[in-house]
């Protein structure tokens, strides 16, 4: 168990739905792009199924959604935000999703990317996880290693001036559940940024108001840790600094 106090320069967050990030990393993105990071969002759908409403048609719901995030990411103060329009509940982890996880990977160069846990089925005894958060999760982790850093795996991006390259850190989302080794970022000083993000959602959070909930699930995952609200994450090094300041 470790607290963080590292900031990348370049950070990327890799999720199937618009809302995703605010629900679990928003107060880290949030954190580091107060301390300099720049950050990039890919959105794999554009949560096309997610309002149910009469007569909502998936066309309608990708414009409100697509809207919803940009809000949601200008509040953090991200301004790159890729949307992949995989469609919604029906995402699966294929060669041509990774080649295009690939693609913005080396198109941004991340030193960090955030992503989900593809084995996380289960959370807790009231939630599985949805199946598309588990597939862009595998095929997140499948883009990272060994993909994008492999310059003779998609070649032809090179074609597009898209070179190769090695993440530094994967920063997998753990939602607060124990792992070995996690690291817990403070988001103390962000979570009224993160709070402020998710009820950009309105279509899925105007009912109900998520400030509550998100301050005990971060107060939650801070207990015992010197910190008043955190975030959580198992974090895999791919390349040590010395490496990585070379690249």
């Given at each position: ?234 974090v895999i090094t791919l390349v040590n600094d010395t490496d990585f300041?070379?690249?």
């Amino acid at each position: 168990m470790s607290s963080q106090v590292y900031t990348p320069k370049r950070v990327m967050v890799i999720v199937a739905h618009p809302d995703d990030i605010e629900f679990g990393c928003a107060g880290t993105v949030a954190r580091w792009v107060r301390e300099g990071a720049e950050a990039c969002y890919i959105l794999c759908t554009s949560g096309d199924v997610g309002i149910a409403t009469e007569g909502m048609t998936k066309a309608q719901a990708t414009e409100i959604r697509e809207a919803e995030q940009l809000a949601a990411a200008e509040v953090v103060g991200v301004k790159d935000v890729v949307f992949f329009r995989e469609p919604d509940g029906m995402v699966e982890n294929t060669m041509a999703l990774r080649k295009r996880l690939v693609r913005e990977i080396r198109r941004f160069r991340p030193e960090v990317i955030i992503c989900g846990d593809p084995t996380m089925v289960w959370a807790g005894d009231e939630y599985i996880n949805h199946p598309d958060h588990r597939a862009v999760a595998g095929a997140a982790i499948d883009a990272i290693f060994p993909a994008a850093g492999q310059p003779n795996l998609f070649e032809e991006l090179a074609e597009e001036g898209l070179k190769s390259h090695k993440t530094r850190k994967v920063y997998v989302e753990t939602w607060g559940q124990a792992v070995p080794n996690a690291v817990y970022v403070n988001i103390t000083d962000t979570i009224d940024l993160k709070i402020a993000a998710l009820k950009k959602h309105v279509s899925q959070v105007s009912a109900w108001d998520p400030e509550p909930q998100m301050r005990e699930w971060a107060a939650k995952t801070a207990a015992g840790k010197e910190m008043q609200y955190a975030e959580s994450y198992r974090v895999i090094t791919l390349v040590n600094d010395t490496d990585f300041e070379k690249m």
